[in-house]
Nanobody, 127 residues
């Protein structure tokens, strides 16, 4: 059974930083591309960042480029999202996701490409 467990969310002032973690179990973590998505109240889930299964390629939505960094530690079965210079509009529940197919390349920005999701972690940025 595949499980993804996010952590690291919280309340932070604008301009601050947070690092989200997503611990994976139940499948060979290093074989799968991973992604981070977020959903704000009243809005649809949107792509934030993704990383290929090899870790050699990454992708970001435009509004977070230069502020957020996705990375992975295959030895720890964990993917991270370092978030700097946070803004109130970054407030959302953040979800990590694991791609549906091993060794599929990536990164992928479409939620439909992912088959497993975590429960989410709340990030709140105050102004």
């Amino acid at each position: 059974q595949v499980q993804l467990v996010e952590s690291g969310g919280g309340l932070v002032q604008a301009g601050g930083s947070l690092r989200l973690s997503c611990a994976a179990s139940g499948r060979t973590f290093s074989s799968y591309a991973m992604g981070w998505f977020r959903q704000a109240p009243g809005k649809e889930r949107e792509f934030v960042a993704a990383i290929s299964w090899s870790g050699s390629s990454t992708a970001y939505r435009g509004s977070v480029k230069g502020r957020f960094t996705i990375s992975r530690d295959n030895a720890k079965n964990t993917v991270y999202l370092q978030m700097n210079s946070l803004k109130p509009e970054d407030t959302a529940i953040y979800y990590c996701a694991s791609h549906r197919q091993a060794y599929s390349g990536g990164p992928y920005s479409s939620a439909g490409d992912y088959s497993y999701w975590g429960q989410g972690t709340q990030v709140t940025v105050s102004s």
